[in-house]
């Protein structure tokens, strides 16, 4: 067990050595073999933890080696084995490892093939450490490590300037965050002395009372991290951008795994979250409103990418809204569903780019006759992100707004407002996902050249994925089913309960958790209609030309993201342009130039003088010898 | 004897000395250098003898050796500059200079 | 007697030396060395160490020596036709700094040897046994590092003189 976890993350960092040294001497049959066979070694390996976990519950932790030592504080090379790391381990290995073969077919014919599967792999080194870490400190390595293979990967067409500025912009907004995490860390070292989750985590379950107003501050400044990392309000705005990557690579990286660090985050620090009722407020409100904000958003984009992406970050919202009213177990399970069905729908939208060469959907259509895989694992992933009953997403949606509706009644009555916004993101989700189902696969094909269903080593990938999404949902099936809730049961250890601290679960009547659902799958059935009734057939589509052209302005903001970029870039961006140039000006041009070039005056002056003993002649530099050594022995004698 | 070969090694070694300030040519300096060369050997030996103990003897041997690598290298480098300049005097040797 | 050699033999050592000094032609200047290091091999016999002597003559006359002399005669050299040996003031100097270091070690450096290094002489003779025995203990890892030293100058010199090098 020792050695299999420690192997996990070692072999894709081993294939990222090997391909980054010698990839570009391999050929692409052994680039592809170091690549996909280290993630798959891996992705075993990551089978066989389960079992054993499964087998015997017993969280492990193990240790390797010390880190450092300063101190009372020891950070050791540790990593550990519980139901939540675990719960992530399964899911990115093995999202991982078929997006590792989808992107043979998807980067056949790129020029940079080793470099790509080198980042990819460094990619899963990171998040596999991230998941793995039994402590604080080697979490916030994986955690940079994700955001440096994101930066890498975003900016894969570095020669074009769009990837080129999206990867710098998402890098920056996530060392934002990550700022925010690194002094929640600072803050834990100091009041805790250690960083090691289960010390840390057992002190504050012996004495909850002891760390009340402290344990708040660290619970907002870790959400900071989290808001970065997984695209919230107000930091959501890299995400979108992203999208300039290779869409594997969104389908990885910012959809299924990285950007659900932030929420794996928060459930990993539950207790903090749940001594402060102010951070869990927050923490809902935010998620609430990033969900029902991006999905609006969503509404109006052409781009098939860029309508996946505010669907994922609405999703993380939805996540982050079930973190904030303590459905910490709720809140994993969306992220293990969504990590199946998100990425089979982006790698479905690679499918179709790679076959229509663009990514506006008003280019393609008509694609249900010609790409029939990739129609039906489409239209699977669709109905599970709509939350259409016995598919994925309805299960984890319909936990995440009961939960909500259960916090709201147990004495929360402002959370009923949230839960409002939750249904009518709800409806908007599965609005605009059949709008691009419709649009995409319905109709006539309106682009250019003959698109045809792509390669095997794609369409597998898809059907693994989109096949599970009619599957995964059955872990966690509410409790009025009279099935074992298997999902909520696994994670029971995450959420201990502790005296003095929130709870994490509200009961409700069974009479009114089967209105709940139902009225749920009414919401997500309505949004279908009336994607069905706008989009259908190209005729359909009049009314919406109609609407957008009587109400101009409205259109143009919701497809302009309601400016926040362009209100990001007039305010923080112009203020730090601002002290940039004062910086560049005065302190770099006259403080820090002025000196520097002044002593570079003086050695130029001291130079020119003595220039002249140097005067070629062999003779005189023996005679200068001779001059130092008389005046050495007059000097000592 | 030995107050003798001291001074004998003094004026060996002042001469070595002047030829390597005073002199143009670059085989005339290799002179100069294996003079106070052996000027010190001499100087070592003359020690050692006084004292009773063979470590200043010891040193003439690397000094030797030492001698004989220099010799090799500069010789070396002597022919190139002289196929190259046509000349052995150092004098004309300074197309690096400022 | 052995007195009498080596009054004789310093004398003649001086006449060489003298003669390198003044010679300008590179192949008499280089020959008067070869008389030196005769001399000063027969000194060095007479102050007790034979295998010395025998060094001097065989590696630096010998070996040394002859390989100056063999690149003299290799590229003809002759003596330097141009009449001013060098700039005034450096001859100025470099006669100036000459006699200071006659006169430093005359005076002063030569006053302390005279009181702390016993003048008497003549002390033991050494084999070669003792000497061999000193430089493969106590002066073997200088010994090795000489031996390094020379390999690295073979190669540096092979590598320098090469005909492509121009």
């Given at each position: 067990m020792k050695a299999a976890l420690l192997l996990i993350i070692l072999a894709p960092l081993a294939g990222f050595l090997i391909n980054v040294f010698f990839g570009r001497r391999l050929p692409r049959a052994g680039v592809t073999a170091v690549a996909v066979g280290s993630v798959g070694l891996s992705a075993l390996l990551a089978l066989f933890v389960c079992g054993a976990y499964l087998s015997a519950p017993e969280p492990a932790a193990f240790e390797y080696y010390t880190v450092l030592s300063v101190g009372g504080v020891t950070i050791p090379f540790a990593l550990q084995a519980d139901a939540l790391s675990i719960l992530m381990l399964f899911f990115v290995t093995f999202v991982g490892f078929w997006i590792h073969i989808y992107s043979i077919g998807y980067m056949e014919h790129e020029e940079d093939y080793a470099r790509y599967f080198s980042y990819l792999n460094l990619f899963m080194f990171a998040m596999l450490t991230l998941v793995l870490a039994d402590n604080f400190l080697l979490m916030f390595v994986g955690w940079e490590g994700v955001g440096l293979c994101s930066y890498l990967l975003i900016g894969f067409y570095y020669q074009e300037k769009w990837p080129a500025d999206s990867g710098k912009k998402a890098f920056i907004v996530n060392r934002i965050g990550d700022f925010g995490f690194l002094i929640g860390i600072f803050f834990i070292a100091t009041h805790?002395?250690?960083?090691?989750y289960e010390e840390v985590f057992a002190k504050l379950q012996a004495d909850p009372g002891a760390y009340l107003g402290v344990a708040g501050i660290i619970a907002l400044c870790l959400f900071v991290g989290a808001t970065g990392k997984s695209a919230q309000?107000?930091?959501?705005?890299w995400l979108p951008d992203a999208m300039a990557g290779p869409t594997p690579v969104s389908a990885l990286i910012h959809a299924a795994t990285m950007v659900t660090a932030g929420v794996y985050m928060v459930a990993r620090c539950n207790l903090f979250f749940r001594s402060s009722p102010e951070a869990m407020a927050v923490v809902a409100v935010v998620g609430a409103l990033t969900a029902i904000f991006a999905a609006s958003m969503g509404l109006a984009q052409t781009d098939i990418k860029k309508v996946l992406a505010y669907s994922t970050i609405s999703q993380l919202g939805y996540m982050f809204l079930a973190a904030g009213v303590g459905a910490y177990a709720v809140a994993m399970f969306h992220v293990f569903t969504h990590a199946f069905f998100k990425a089979c729908l982006f790698l479905g939208s690679g499918s179709l780019i790679h076959a229509c060469h663009t990514n506006d959907i008003f280019e393609m259509g008509g694609l249900r006759k010609v790409m029939k895989t990739t129609h039906w694992t489409f239209l699977f992933s669709t109905l599970a992100i709509a939350g259409i009953p016995i598919w994925a997403g309805f299960f984890s949606k319909d936990a995440i707004l009961a939960s909500v509706f259960a916090f709201a009644g147990h004495h929360h009555g402002w959370a009923y407002l949230l839960w409002g916004l939750a249904v009518v993101t709800a409806f908007m989700t599965s609005f605009y996902m059949f709008r691009l189902y419709y649009v995409v696969f319905g109709g006539e094909y309106r682009g250019k050249g003959h698109p045809h269903e792509s390669p095997t080593s794609m369409t597998l990938p898809l059907v693994v994925l989109g096949g599970l999404t009619a599957v995964v949902g059955f872990l966690g099936v509410p409790v009025v089913f009279h099935l074992p809730n298997l999902m909520e049961r696994f994670l029971e250890p995450l959420t201990p309960a502790v005296e003095g601290l929130a709870g994490t679960t509200f009961h409700l009547s069974h009479g009114m958790e089967w209105a709940l659902m139902i009225g749920s799958v009414v919401v997500a059935g309505l949004g279908w209609l009336a994607a069905r009734a706008l989009y259908r057939t190209d005729a359909s589509w009049t009314w919406v030309k109609g609407f957008t052209a009587r109400h101009p302005r409205l259109y143009d903001t919701v497809f302009n993201k309601y400016y926040v970029d362009e209100f990001y870039d007039r305010t923080v961006g112009a203020a730090l342009r601002g002290v940039s140039r004062f910086c560049f000006s005065i302190i770099d041009g006259v403080l820090i130039e002025g000196p520097v070039n002044l002593s570079g005056f003086f050695v130029e002056l001291t130079g020119n003088v003595l220039r002249f003993l140097h005067n070629g002649n062999l003779r005189t530099y023996a005679l200068h010898i001779v001059l130092g050594v008389a005046i050495l022995l007059w000097l000592v004698f | 004897m030995i107050f003798l070969a001291l001074l004998l090694g003094l004026l060996l070694f002042v001469l070595g000395l002047a030829v390597v300030m005073l002199r143009r040519s670059a085989i005339l300096l290799f002179l100069g250098i294996e003079l106070m060369l052996n000027a010190a050997n001499l100087t070592f030996v003359a020690f050692s003898s006084a004292n009773g103990a063979l470590d200043g003897q010891i040193a003439v041997i690397f000094t030797i050796a030492i001698a004989s690598a220099e010799v090799g290298v500069g010789l070396a480098i002597f022919i190139v500059l002289f196929r190259r300049f046509k000349t052995q005097s150092v004098d004309d040797l300074r197309i690096l200079r400022w | 007697m052995a007195t009498a050699l080596f009054f004789a033999f310093a004398a003649l050592a001086l006449v060489f030396g003298i003669l390198v000094a003044a010679l300008r032609h590179p192949l008499y200047a280089a020959l008067s060395l070869v008389g030196v290091i005769g001399c000063l091999s027969v000194l060095f016999y007479l102050l007790g160490a034979p295998f010395l002597a025998m060094v001097q003559l065989i590696v630096y006359a010998g070996a040394t020596l002859v390989l100056i002399l063999f690149v003299i005669m290799l590229l003809g050299l002759r003596s330097e036709p141009r009449a001013p040996e060098a700039h005034p003031v450096q001859k100025g100097l470099g006669l100036l700094l000459c006699l200071n270091m006659l006169l430093f070690f005359l005076l002063g450096a030569g006053t302390l040897v005279r009181k702390t290094v016993p003048m008497t002489g003549g002390g033991a003779r050494s084999g070669v046994e003792d000497l061999g025995r000193l430089l493969f203990s106590r002066y073997l890892l200088p010994f090795e590092a000489v031996s390094l030293l020379l390999l690295a100058a073979a190669v540096g010199a092979f590598l320098l003189a090469r005909r492509e090098w121009k």
């Open positions: 805790f002395g250690t960083l090691r309000l107000p930091l959501y705005v | - | -």
